[in-house]
């Protein structure tokens, strides 16, 4: 039960390239979420998805998509990469509405565009 | 969205202290989590606690959710103990709003 996967763990960008962040659960989740990190500051929510086939936009959607095919897998496309983008990302998940919602965190993508 | 703050911003202990942080809220919540990042980042599940009392070890946590407000609380604080702490609550449409976290240093 490994939980919930991120890769990678680093990744540097050049401005205008794109690039997916793997997300992946194997805890039969519904309820996964990407959220993003930027110093001094709490995770701001960028998208989250209650099933498959289901996403919707959280706090800081603009420069990302989701998609969720499958109930393990989450990944988050950035179409075309940002200085402002330069974050820690984090990815999370929970049994959301089956019941109990305690959130688990993959251990974070810390992205850098140049 | 819900705001949630927390205090204070940062803590400097010396080893083997006690202390309170604080975690406060604007709205009724369905849930209230905390977590600890640690010098590496990565963020670890403390305590879910959205009412009541519950202790872990030397840490534990309570929440009043009627008056909007959760504690956690570290005693006889180690060095293994730094890092940041996060309350993250989550409202009724299930997403979760993060506090700007305590960063708590404990010097030996």
């Known amino acids: 039960n490994a939980g919930v996967t991120q890769t990678p763990k680093f990744q540097v960008l050049k401005t205008g390239q794109s690039m997916t962040l793997q997300c992946a659960q194997d805890?039969?989740?519904?309820?996964m979420s990407w959220y993003r990190q930027d110093p001094g500051m709490g995770l701001r929510l960028i998208h989250y998805?209650?099933?498959?086939?289901?996403?919707d936009q959280g706090e800081v959607p603009n420069g990302y998509n989701v998609s969720r095919s499958t109930t393990e897998d989450f990944p988050l496309r950035l179409l075309s990469a940002a200085p402002s983008q330069t974050s820690v990302y984090f990815c999370?998940?929970?049994?959301?509405?089956?019941?109990?919602?305690?959130?688990?965190f993959g251990q974070g993508t810390r992205l850098t565009v140049v | 969205g819900i705001q949630v703050e927390q205090s204070p911003p940062d803590l400097i202990l010396q080893e083997g202290a006690n202390s309170t942080l604080r975690c406060n809220f604007s709205?009724?919540?369905?849930?209230l989590q905390w977590f600890h990042q640690n010098p590496w980042g990565q963020l670890i599940n403390l305590f879910y606690?959205?009412?009541g009392t519950k202790q872990n070890g030397r840490l534990s946590a309570t929440t009043v959710a009627t008056e909007r407000y959760s504690l956690l609380y570290i005693s006889s604080s180690q060095t293994t103990d730094s890092g940041v702490y996060f309350c993250?609550?989550?409202?009724?449409?299930?997403?979760?709003?993060f506090g700007a976290g305590t960063t708590v240093t404990v010097r030996a």
């Open positions: 999370a998940s929970s049994l959301g509405l089956q019941g109990d919602t305690e959130a688990f």
């Open positions: 805890m039969n989740h519904e309820y």
């Open positions: 998805s209650v099933g498959a086939g289901i996403t």
């Open positions: 709205d009724s919540v369905n849930n």
């Open positions: 606690i959205p009412s």
């Open positions: 993250a609550v989550e409202a009724r449409d299930y997403k979760l709003s």
